[in-house]
């Protein structure tokens, strides 16, 4: 079976390039938004975190200071308080865990998103690089004068 070779003209090829760096432009207008979205997100996840451990330590002495009571005096009041605590615990604890797994993706969404926004970067440089040596005007040569 033959297969039939086909040549490119000028203008097809002119299209496919800026077609292509076109592509390559909104990639990286993309790409920095999604970035900029998935850090944000990352520090609120952070800023949450931090939250909560430092309700679940506050409530760990709350709770070690109603046990103590709790023990010295047996009432109903007392144990109904500690009882309380153990419960919103164990709900800070449930948070925690449900926020330390979504950090979790969130932190591999992010870091490869750094990645490929690094790539888009290096490409944007090394094509601006590129036009440059391959725009430049040529260079007038003077004639020499005659003696």
């Known amino acids: 079976m033959a297969v039939s070779k086909k040549i490119i003209k000028n203008s097809a090829l002119t299209k496919v390039i800026v077609s292509s760096l076109t592509n390559l432009e909104a990639a990286t207008i993309a790409g920095s938004k999604a970035l900029l979205q998935a850090t944000k997100k990352s520090k609120q996840s952070?800023?949450?975190?931090?939250?909560?451990?430092?309700?679940?330590?506050?409530?760990?002495?709350?709770?070690?200071?109603?046990?103590?009571?709790?023990?010295?005096?047996?009432?109903a009041a007392?144990?109904?308080?500690?009882?309380?605590?153990?419960?919103?615990?164990?709900d800070t604890r449930k948070a925690a865990a449900k926020n330390k797994s979504a950090r979790a993706v969130l932190f591999e969404e992010l870091s490869g998103l750094r990645i490929n926004c690094r790539r888009l970067i290096a490409y944007n440089k090394a094509l601006t690089v590129t036009d440059k040596i391959l725009n430049?005007?040529?260079?007038k040569i003077r004639k020499r004068k005659a003696r």
């Not at 430049?136 to 260079?139: A, G, I, L, R, T």
């Open 78 to 90: 007392n144990k109904k308080a500690l009882n309380i605590i153990d419960k919103e615990l164990a």
């Open 136 to 139: 430049k005007p040529k260079k």
């Open 46 to 75: 952070s800023t949450e975190g931090k939250r909560i451990s430092k309700k679940r330590i506050t409530l760990i002495k709350r709770r070690k200071a109603a046990a103590t009571k709790s023990q010295n005096n047996p009432i």
